[in-house]
């Protein structure tokens, strides 16, 4: 049985007071009403300590980005171990906005994946393809090599420890959702990926969520489908009933 989440990822969003007021009601809503699923919040860095202690086992706390090195002389970056430190347990891991923004190559995210594994946090691990590479139907080979160049490099014990987001780029933070069907056709491709490489146990195990503006009204038709084992969810995270109503769509 893979294990079923709905991650939130708020992004650079909401001062202190904002962010806590939104992890009390997530929890609060949590608490009346259960969700059968793996709940993770992403919230900014500076968060981190404070809003592992609003979780009260309701919830996990993930950072969205770590630095590919262990320690030293690398201002203003912050390291897995400092993210294990303080209670946190998952890692967001090359989210496009990472590679896009800041140019994260495959080989800083696989080193970033190794410091995950190696400071006991579950890395998230984002992939997908852009607008172009899909109008060109090129998006499974995208895909593939995404997987190729980074996780692929790890043994099948390290894959284990790995949550994987499809979140096809075109969809993110546009309103523009890839459909059920879609969606399905990736992640079934990506799961056919793992088997290939790690063996169908593992590809049977691993979670796969979809990401790119899911939404609580969208969440029940993408969570129907088989490869799709929960979300990655921006914008509609920031609202509590929203990411509440997300949560108790996946069953
Ligand atoms: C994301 O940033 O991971 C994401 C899925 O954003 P949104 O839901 O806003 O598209």
Known sequence: MRAKIVAANWKMNKALPQAIELMQAITFGLRQNPASCKVVIAPPFVYLERLVTETTGLAEVAAQNCCSRNNGAYTGEVSAGMIESVGATYCIVGHSERRQLYAETPDVLEAKLQRCYDH?????????????????????????????????????????????????VWAIGTGLTASPEQAQEMHSFIRRQIATKFGQELADNITILYGGSCNAQNAAGLFTKEDIDGGLIGGAALVADDFLKICNELR
């Open 120 to 168: 006991n946090l579950t890395p998230i691990f984002c992939i997908g393809e852009n607008h172009l590479e899909r109008t060109e139907e090129r998006h499974f080979e995208v895909v593939a090599q995404q997987l190729e160049y980074v996780l692929f490099n790890f043994t099948v014990e390290h894959a284990a420890k790995t949550v994987i987001a499809y979140e096809p």
